[in-house]
């Protein structure tokens, strides 16, 4: 009950910021997606591909492949010495 209850807010949650930023994937990681993303994936899909605008309802959603620390990688790539600032 608990997974299905963490895929339905996910779904919501996700679905809410596609509709807004029309991404080109979803990419999903950290601690809790490495264990459960072949099982929660096509869920999250389905409920993706029901709510969402026409224009992102058949977004790709890929597991990520940086472990847990993706996000961390890329905040830190947005202010790397040699990089333009992103503002």
């Known amino acids: 009950r608990l997974?299905?209850?963490f895929m339905l807010n996910s779904?919501?949650?996700i679905t809410r910021r596609a509709n807004i930023l029309n991404p080109d994937a979803v990419v999903l990681g950290g601690g809790l997606m490495?264990?459960?993303f072949?099982?929660?994936s096509d869920g999250i899909a389905r409920g993706i591909r029901e709510n969402a605008l026409s224009d992102v309802?058949?977004?790709?959603?890929?597991?990520?492949q940086f472990s847990d620390d993706g996000a961390a990688l890329g905040a830190a790539l947005l202010f790397h010495?040699?990089?333009h600032w992103p503002f």
């Open 57 to 64: 309802a058949n977004t790709p959603i890929m597991h990520s």
């Open 38 to 40: 072949a099982h929660m």
């Open 11 to 13: 779904t919501h949650s």
């Open 34 to 36: 490495s264990g459960f």
């Open 3 to 5: 997974a299905e209850d």
């Open 81 to 83: 010495p040699e990089s």
